[in-house]
């Protein structure tokens, strides 16, 4: 199997120089997620789009998941011109990790260039020391064993990814699209993050803070009934005081028991659910909506005043809605 090549050459493109890291053993999915986020050609995006290649880690041929064989053309020089270094996930928890990798991983971070896992890709950048004293992610399953073996790194195995600025981490194998779309969100802006959320066909934008699971995966069918119209409802009305009294009223519940159900359902507390459904109002506005004041954003999200809007930005988000809308923000 070959990475998909571009049509457009490598001296067409001037943008961030990303190498995705290929090895026996080779995780397919994530490998592709990356592939396709950052290798894919997009000629709308024109010549400033990333510049993708593959690096082997080790001699080839490797033998990847799903009985897959792939070639590389380049190997680890590449990460000496790479801004951004993707590492898919690990061919193993337990395998070693080669000290040429660690050394050529340390080197590229020392000059200013990004290093990013998805899944159990963490046990890269752990065995690297450089996630040390840093928040990371992985996939639940893997958390136990990286932070035992890794006590220095403030281990969060309940969101989906984390940034952390030069190093970021996902979750999940899903997880790792929204952290690569994440990354298109910071260089680009959320116009060509959502244009390949589109091509994709995924939600342009989920908060790495989401959880990675929820209680019951697949809610029983009479609760998706009974509490998708009111997540609808809620979606309608968040410029309004919502009580969970009225959310369990209308769900035709009490109290009590609403709240144990729609965690069941949806992973998170009515109260954590409504301020994330805010928070997504907000930035949604805040990209689109250049004629919009932080009063009337802060009105149309529930947030009441722009204080409470910035308090919940800086607690949630790690940024102000004035950064935010700098950075992402896209007049109609």
């Known amino acids: 199997m070959r990475a998909p090549v571009s049509p457009l050459s490598t001296a067409m493109l001037t943008g961030p ?20 986020v950052f290798g894919l050609a997009r000629p709308e995006m024109g010549n400033g789009w990333y510049r993708h290649a593959t690096a082997a880690i080790e001699p080839g041929p490797l033998r990847a998941a799903g009985g897959l064989t792939v070639t590389a053309a380049g190997g680890l020089e590449l990460l000496a011109e790479a801004d951004l270094i993707v590492v ?14 660690v050394d050529a991983l340390r080197a590229a971070h020392a000059r200013g260039a990004r290093l990013m896992s998805l899944c159990s890709g963490v046990a890269v950048l752990a065995a690297t020391g450089l996630l040390d004293g840093r928040q990371a992610t992985t996939h639940w399953r893997y958390a136990e064993a990286i932070g035992s073996r890794h006590p220095l790194i403030r ?5 989906l990814y984390v940034d952390e600025g030069e190093i970021l981490t996902a979750a999940g194998s899903a ?3 929204d952290l690569c779309l994440h990354v298109v ?3 680009f802006g959320a116009e060509a993050a959502n244009s390949v959320a589109r ?7 989920r908060e790495g803070g989401q959880a990675q699971f929820i209680v019951r995966p697949v809610p029983q069918d009479r609760e998706g ?4 119209p009111l997540i609808d409802w809620i979606d309608r009305n968040l410029q309004r005081e919502i009580t969970l009294a009225e959310m369990a009223t209308r769900a035709g519940m009490s109290a009590r028991t609403f709240q144990r159900r729609f965690r069941d359902l949806t992973g998170n507390s009515p109260g954590e659910f409504l301020l994330a459904r805010r928070l997504r109002h907000a930035c ?34 790690a940024t102000s809605p004035t950064a935010y809308r700098a950075r992402f923000g896209h007049a109609n």
């Open 175 to 177: 997880a790792g699209i």
């Open 17 to 36: 120089r990303v190498v995705t890291l290929a090895y026996d053993g080779l995780c397919t999915f994530e490998f592709g997620v990356a592939v396709e």
């Open 284 to 317: 949604d506005l805040l990209e689109r909506q250049a004629a919009l004041s932080l009063d009337d954003i802060a009105l149309a999200a529930g947030f009441g005043t722009p204080a409470t809007l910035r308090h919940h930005f800086r607690t949630r988000l």
């Open 185 to 187: 969100r910071r260089d």
């Open 155 to 159: 281990l969060d195995p309940d969101v």
């Open 225 to 228: 009934k009974r509490l998708g």
């Open 199 to 205: 091509r994709l066909v995924v939600p342009p934008h």
């Open 88 to 101: 898919p996930g690990w061919r193993g928890i337990d395998e070693a990790v080669p000290v040429v990798l």
